[in-house]
T-cell receptor
């Protein structure tokens, strides 16, 4: 158990719909990272938040957005869903990730499997 | 971020040592070498990391070449539970946000 909790574990929805994935980081971790894993693209970094602020951005589509709340949990919102958005979405957390340059290992949740029909 | 090159797949027999190679010829002096693995149906998990010297922990050993252009992850006695995708990742020390950029990794198959 990594200590990172993701909900829901599975989600099936239709094209054009909107979904929200939730992530609770490990206690004390300030950074939250979102990744997308599909069969043909591997693990793709989407976005990182540190203590409520966006810290780094990767290959995140404009239809996707994320935020980190004061209690440090994070949500990834996916809208106007397409078939190609079907994937595993992982959240990870780490204690650092600010401007100090101090790094630490990332702890990953078990993922949310999104199926778009 | 500097790139790494790993074999797509490797096979090992249970209870034998496994050496997983990684080439990173464009590594810079401030890049740490990280290894993560992803077991089937799970999120990635940290294995080990190092900068210049060889490193050991309870999961594995990391051997780093003297010129740092390559490294090897060593599993001393492979078990069936070690079947996973192993990712070798470079992460800079300077101005780093902490994010990891994953490549394709090496799929390790362990045979009983």
């Amino acid at each position: 158990d990594s200590g990172v909790t993701q909900t829901p574990k599975h989600l099936i929805t239709a094209t054009g719909q909107r979904v929200t994935l939730r992530c609770s980081p490990r206690s004390g971790d300030l950074s939250v990272y979102w990744y997308q894993q599909s069969l043909d693209q591997g693990l793709q970094f989407l976005i990182q938040y540190y203590n409520g602020e966006e810290r780094a951005k990767g290959n995140i589509l404009e239809r996707f957005s994320a935020q980190q709340f004061p209690d440090l949990h994070s949500e990834l919102n996916l809208s106007s869903l397409e078939l190609g958005d079907s994937a595993l979405y992982f959240c990870a957390s780490s204690v650092a990730g600010g401007t100090s340059g101090i790094t630490g290992e990332l702890f990953f949740g078990e993922g949310s499997r999104l199926t778009v029909l | 971020d500097a790139k790494t090159t790993q074999p797509n797949s490797m096979e090992s027999n249970e209870e034998e040592p496994v050496h997983l190679p990684c080439n990173h010829s464009t590594i810079s002096g401030t890049d740490y070498i990280h290894w993560y693995r992803q077991l089937p149906s799970q999120g990635p998990e940290y294995v080990i990391h190092g900068l210049t010297s060889n490193v050991n922990n309870r999961m594995a050993s990391l051997a780093i070449a003297e010129d740092r252009k390559s490294s090897t992850l060593i599993l001393h006695r492979a078990t069936l539970r070690d079947a996973a995708v192993y990712y070798c990742i470079l992460r800079t020390k300077l101005g780093n946000t902490g994010k990891l950029i994953f490549g394709q990794g090496t799929t390790l198959q362990v045979k009983p």
